[in-house]
């Protein structure tokens, strides 16, 4: 009996502590972030991680609100890219504007649709102003920050825009656009800072 009641326990433990890692922090109206992401050309050989090749692509650099998170566990190249940020900045960092939508993310996809039948904001500027960002931890302890980083929260991020080629074939090529939405509009980030605001 002392068994199952200290299971109980423990897994109680553990879903008030995933509870409150996944709960949305809240943000007065205005713009939060209004630098839009910094990106410029780079040449740097290629990175080997685990049984993937990362292919540099360009430097890549930002700060940014978080309107979704998303972890997985299954999905293509989850044991490299666990967890998925959609990331906002200018009118997408704007709680009065962010709260006219809704904000999902399933599949390795960031999902947004007005909440009444009139848009807050032209689609693209909307576009231009957030993206899914599937993430690339350098090191454990950036992994550990980007899985704490909470819906509501300022980040600032740093990095490279990656393709992936796959150990089993095929490549994931990363978005070098932040005007394009749809697949292939997501950023491949190998991130080698992070931090939460």
């Not at 509870?19 to 939060?32: A, F």
């Not at 550990?144 to 600032?156: L, P, S, W």
């Not at 740093?158 to 393709?163: A, F, K, N, T």
Request: include cysteine; aromatic fraction near 8%.
């Amino acid at each position: 009996m002392l068994i199952v009641f200290a299971l109980l326990v423990v897994v109680a433990a553990f879903a008030a502590a995933r509870d409150w890692r996944d709960r949305e922090v809240t943000q007065p109206p205005g713009v939060l972030v209004s630098a839009e992401p910094l990106q410029r050309e780079l040449s740097a050989p290629p990175i080997r991680l685990r049984d993937y090749t990362l292919t540099p692509r360009a430097r890549f650099q930002l700060a940014a609100r978080v309107l979704a998170g998303e972890r997985y566990h299954f999905a293509l190249a989850a044991d490299l890219m666990p967890r998925d940020l959609a990331l906002g900045w200018g009118i997408m960092s704007d709680s009065s504007l962010i709260d006219q939508l809704a904000i999902s993310q399933s599949d390795r996809f960031y999902f947004w649709k007005p909440r009444s039948s009139s848009m807050p904001a032209p689609v693209g500027q909307i576009i231009a102003s957030s993206a899914n960002m599937h993430l690339i931890a350098a090191s454990e302890s950036v992994a550990r920050e980007i899985d704490r980083a909470r819906v509501g929260q300022v980040i600032e991020l740093e990095g490279m825009l990656v393709d992936v080629a796959l150990p089993k074939g095929g490549e994931l090529r990363t978005s070098l656009s932040r005007t394009d939405s749809g697949a292939g509009a997501c950023e491949i980030v190998y991130v080698e800072n992070f931090v939460i605001r």
